[in-house]
Antibody
Framework: ELQLVESGGGLIQPGGSLRLSCAAS????????MSWVRQAPGKGLECVSV???????YYADSLKGRFTISRDSSTNTVSLQMNSLRVEDTAVYYC?????????????????WGQGALVTVSS | DIQVTQSPSSLSASVGDRVTVTCRAS??????LNWYQQKPGNAPKLLIY???TLQSGVPSRFSGSGSGTHFTLTISSLQPEDFATYYC??????????FGQGTKLEIK
């Protein structure tokens, strides 16, 4: 069974750092596109970052270089290092696998999601 | 950036009703449109990808249609477990796929 389990969330003061991890089982993160999606309290979904199977990484423009996505093949884990955290970064952070249609390979979608990790930035 | 706008933002309906949610893209996106369902406290769940392809295991009362800039998600006969928030997502413009703002489906 394919599964994603996030960890590392918590309460952090503004300006602090936090590292989220997403442990995958049932598939290899190194051969898949892996994303982080966040949801602020009572709000919608926002793509934060993605790492492609080839290793390329991308981030939402709003993050301005504060977050870094990475992966570890030996532990089959994807991580999100979050620095200079702001109150507006408060959200549930989901890890998700991005897959592509077998009949339309450029069509991507998120087929597996973790349960989410709550990050609260507050003084 | 491609924006996707959902309507309505909330909707009240009864069990057995036929319900339609609309998603409009700010530019043509062919069929690069996905739909997700999210229940309170849970992660989103993929319902439909490519505008109209039902994800494995999703009940057939869910259907999607559209192409270009106008898309719809239809639930043919609402069941109690369908009351949730629904999001559309465009995947035409990688690498960051944008979501609509969500449509909350509530019990009338």
């Amino acid at each position: 069974e394919l599964q994603l389990v996030e960890s590392g969330g918590g309460l952090i003061q503004p300006g602090g750092s936090l590292r989220l991890s997403c442990a995958a089982s049932g598939f290899a993160v190194s051969t898949n596109y892996m994303s982080w999606v966040r949801q602020a309290p009572g709000k919608g979904l926002e793509c934060v970052s993605v790492i492609f199977s080839g290793g390329d990484t991308y981030y939402a423009d709003s993050l301005k270089g504060r977050f870094t996505i990475s992966r570890d093949s030996s532990t089959n884990t994807v991580s999100l290092q979050m620095n200079s955290l702001r109150v507006e970064d408060t959200a549930v952070y989901y890890c998700a696998r991005q897959t592509h249609s077998s009949t339309q390979p450029t069509l991507g979608y998120f087929d597996y999601w973790g349960q989410g990790a709550l990050v609260t930035v507050s003084s | 950036d491609i924006q996707v706008t959902q309507s309505p933002s909330s909707l009240s309906a009864s069990v057995g009703d036929r319900v339609t949610v609309t998603c409009r893209a700010s530019q043509t996106i062919s069929n690069y449109l996905n739909w997700y369902q999210q229940k309170p406290g849970n992660a989103p769940k993929l319902l439909i990808y490519g505008a109209s392809t039902l994800q494995s295991g999703v009940p057939s009362r869910f259907s999607g249609s559209g192409s270009g800039t106008h898309f719809t998600l239809t639930i043919s006969s609402l069941q109690p477990e369908d009351f949730a928030t629904y999001y559309c997502q465009q995947s035409y413009s990688p690498p960051m796929y944008s979501f609509g703002q969500g449509t909350k489906l509530e019990i009338k």
